[in-house]
Structure formats: structure tokens, C-alpha cells
């Protein structure tokens, strides 16, 4: 009879306290978010670790001495930064006398982008990091241990790790092997297809150059123009925002060929820019900001930019971030994001299994609707 084999699960306060070589070894590589690199960059930045509410305590697990599975994880002392909401959790607990926070978050800081949690080499690993996720939050009289942005593999095999799913909903640009854009506005309805075309036209017409940058390309420069754009749509959105600017200068190091920055630029200088990164087979859209208001450059840079590169690229979508229905006339259509919760209190966690029973009837339906009214054409048209 073959014995269980024996996984040691191991908590580390920091990504360095691994090498790029066994934490890489355990990702499929597809986006750079839960790379060594990236993950290293906020830490080293000073985004996430001291002050921040974002405590790394990122989980190792090893058989016979050798790296299996990794997990991203911090310890948070708030729910900001997470696009998955559960304020509303909180202050239900709160008020009826228990602590929320710290709780127990395997994510990837400020990335509302969908991608493998539970890193493994081995599938055995993938219960043996959540066990042990789940035994540390226990000893530790945590309220909760939450994965977001987790796959759909990953979402199904939640209810056998003894975590409860939750679905959201994001706006996601499907490249139907499309030869350029005008293919890709040969598939909408003529109205929509009129709206976009007037909309790039406008927005080209600011008075200046539109320029796509990745690589090498990226010149210290074009980050103090971007930071001047992030911080102004920072403040407003968050109050503070999340990144550091030192982050930007360790992705000019080690991040830029990660990144596609897009740029507009009028006399002499930058006015308004995108921030996307890019994966093995999809563009992620992340930050935006502008220095002047100039009709419509907004989805010029965001939307249609990316979905150029895409095309280009051969990249099979385009992931445009969290929330936004406005992005549904521009071609963005409506997808399902996943997340698994476990929470602590028991009484409390079937109140919110019921609550996320309904909740997903409700995205389902939502996401219905808008697939059913989005603007490509309709049969027979």
C-alpha cells in the first residue's frame, strides 16, 4: 500500500526569499503577474510590505526537499486594492462583534486580472497550499483566507478545498483571428461600427502623435510622464494611489519588455498615456491618465490601441480591467472572473454562502442580458 506523500508547506515575509529560477519554475508563464519579477518589483518598490495593508507571507511547498508549488499571499489589513469586493463582509462582522481584518489574501496586488493562484509542478500541491493557507489563518484566529482572479480550473476544484466560489464580471475583447480592425468592425452592427470609426477619428485629430512603446523602446522619460498621468487618476479614483514611483523605475530595469505603453503626445509633449501588459496570449490594460481632455482619447488609447496591438500580435484577447459597461460598444463583451473564499466564522460563512448563491444567479443573468444587446451583428443582419 503507497504512502501519502508528504508535502512541508513553508511560509516566506518575502519574494526574495526565493529564487527567480523555483518560483518561475512553478508558473505557466502566460502573464507576467505572478512572475518572480513582477512580484519582486512591488515588494522592492515599497507598493506592498511595511505601511501598506500588504504584508507578504507568500507560501512554498516542497517534496523531498525540491519546490512544488508556490502561492502568492499577503496578510491584509484592508480591502482596498482588490477589485473583488467584500466591504460589506466586513462591516456585517464588524457590527455583529467580530474582527475582519487581518484576513488572508492569495492574490496579486492591484491586478484585477484573471491567471493561475495555486502555482504548482505537481496538481498534489495545489490542496496541500490551500490546507495549509487555511491551517495558518486557523492558528492564527484569522477571519478569512480569500484566492482571487483564480481560473476557472481553479474555481471548480474550490468546493473539494473547502472554499466557497464567487463570480464577477469584466468586459473582455475576443480576437476572432481578425487581419486588422477593420475586419474586426466588419463583425459589428453599422451603427456601432459608424460610432467607433467617428470616435478614432476624433480622438486622432487631438493635435498630435499617438505612439505604441515596448521594450527597449521605453525610455526613462516616458515614466515621468506616465507618472504624472497615474498619480492624477490615482488620487481621484483611490485618494492614494498604489503603485510607488519607484515601482516605474525597477520596470524600466526589469518589466519593460513586459509592457506596452501607449503615449500621446502634442508639442513637444506627453499628454495622456495607457499603461497595458502584455502575456503570451493576451494584452492586460491596466492604468490611465492624461494631462488634457481631448474627446474620446480615452478609448482611443485604452481600447482601440490595444486591440491594434493585439491584432498585430496575434494575441487571442484583450483583458481591459475591472468594470466598465462602456466597453461594451466597443467590442469588449461581457465575461465571467472567479474567486474562492473561506471564512472562519461559521454562522457568518453560511450567510454569505447564501448571499454568493444569489449573487451568482444574478451575474449569470447579467451577463446574459449583455452579451444578448452587445454590438456585433445579429443573425441575419
Keep these: 500500500m503507497s504512502e501519502t506523500p508528504q508535502i512541508e508547506v513553508s511560509v516566506v515575509g518575502s519574494i526574495a526569499a526565493i529564487s527567480a529560477t523555483d518560483w518561475d519554475g512553478c508558473t505557466d508563464g502566460q502573464d507576467p503577474f505572478t512572475s518572480h519579477r513582477f512580484l519582486l518589483a512591488l515588494e522592492e518598490s515599497g507598493s506592498?510590505?511595511?505601511g501598506t495593508g500588504w504584508a507578504p507571507r507568500h507560501l512554498v511547498a516542497r517534496l523531498d526537499g525540491e519546490i512544488i508549488g508556490v502561492m502568492p499571499m499577503y496578510a491584509k489589513g484592508h480591502s482596498q486594492g482588490e477589485y473583488v469586493f467584500d466591504h460589506a463582509w466586513a462591516g456585517a462582522f464588524e457590527r455583529s462583534g467580530g474582527r475582519y481584518y487581518p484576513k488572508l489574501?492569495?492574490?496579486v496586488p492591484f491586478t484585477p486580472a484573471t491567471g493561475p493562484r495555486l502555482l504548482v509542478r505537481s496538481d498534489i500541491a495545489r490542496e496541500a497550499l490551500v490546507s495549509a493557507a487555511i491551517q495558518i489563518a486557523t492558528d492564527n484566529h484569522v477571519s478569512s483566507f480569500h484566492i482571487t482572479f483564480c481560473t476557472q480550473e481553479e474555481y471548480a476544484l474550490g468546493p473539494e478545498l473547502g472554499m466557497m466560489q464567487r463570480v464577477g464580471q469584466q468586459f473582455h475583447w475576443e480576437n476572432d483571428d481578425y487581419t486588422d480592425f477593420?475586419?474586426?468592425?466588419?463583425k459589428l452592427s453599422s451603427r456601432k461600427r459608424k460610432m467607433i470609426r467617428k470616435e478614432r477619428r476624433l480622438a486622432q485629430g487631438f493635435g498630435g502623435e499617438i505612439l505604441q512603446l515596448t521594450g527597449d523602446q521605453i525610455q526613462p522619460e516616458h515614466w515621468d510622464a506616465f507618472w504624472q498621468f497615474y498619480q492624477d487618476t490615482g488620487a481621484r479614483k483611490w485618494g492614494t494611489p498604489y503603485?510607488?514611483?519607484?515601482?516605474?523605475?525597477?520596470?524600466?530595469r526589469t518589466l519593460r519588455d513586459d509592457i506596452l505603453l501607449v503615449l500621446a503626445k502634442r508639442d513637444g509633449k506627453y499628454i495622456a498615456g495607457a499603461l497595458n501588459f502584455i502575456g503570451t496570449k493576451t494584452l492586460f490594460g491596466r492604468y490611465w491618465g492624461c494631462a488634457e481632455d481631448h474627446p474620446y482619447l480615452h478609448f482611443e488609447l485604452c481600447y482601440y490601441q490595444a486591440i491594434d496591438y493585439a491584432i498585430e500580435h496575434n494575441l487571442a484577447r484583450v483583458e481591459a480591467g475591472a468594470q466598465?459597461?462602456?466597453k461594451l460598444a466597443r467590442g469588449y463583451m461581457p465575461s465571467p472572473v472567479y474567486s474562492l473564499h473561506w471564512i472562519a466564522d461559521k454562522g457568518f460563512e453560511r450567510a454569505v454562502n447564501q448571499f454568493l448563491t444569489d449573487e451568482r444567479a444574478a451575474v449569470d443573468e447579467d451577463i446574459e442580458f449583455l452579451a444578448a444587446i452587445g454590438p456585433f451583428k445579429k443573425s441575419g443582419d
Design 182 to 186: 477593420d475586419a474586426f468592425l466588419a
Design 243 to 252: 503603485l510607488t514611483r519607484e515601482f516605474f523605475n525597477i520596470a524600466q
Design 48 to 50: 506592498v510590505g511595511g
Design 324 to 326: 466598465g459597461e462602456h
Design 105 to 107: 489574501q492569495c492574490a
